[in-house]
């Protein structure tokens, strides 16, 4: 799915391996979406402190987010969104986001 996600990547099968291996600095994790033992979608996330305008606050942050088209509209990708948010809530994050285009797009703040 990685390579469906990124497919203009190049090293997608060295970073898998250094994943699973511990090596791989970012995604910190990876969750993934599966339908009757099929993987349908995934999520790769990082915990930053560095988002612009989010400077120094311990971020979720989804990497990419990727749901097999013949999935999509079924709310797998809101499902994979909010387990990843709840996996940022759970390492003390105070944000989650994302970007597009080099622009945050998600920018939900916890409540304390």
């Known amino acids: 799915m990685r390579r469906e996600l990124w497919p203009d990547g190049d090293d997608h099968d060295v970073e898998i391996a250094a994943f699973f291996v ?28 560095d988002v612009a305008g989010l ?14 088209p013949a999935f999509r509209g079924r709310d797998v990708g809101l499902r994979l969104l909010r387990a990843s ?3 940022a809530r759970e390492r003390g994050c105070v944000v989650f986001a994302s ?10 703040r916890f409540s304390a």
């Open 22 to 49: 511990g090596l791989l600095e970012e995604p910190e994790a990876v969750l993934v979406a599966e339908d009757d033992g099929l993987l349908i979608g995934v999520a790769e996330l990082s915990l930053r402190r």
């Open 55 to 68: 400077e120094g606050r311990l971020t979720g942050y989804v990497e990419g987010l990727f749901v097999r």
């Open 85 to 87: 948010q709840e996996w």
């Open 99 to 108: 970007d597009r285009a080099g622009r945050v797009v998600l920018d939900w």
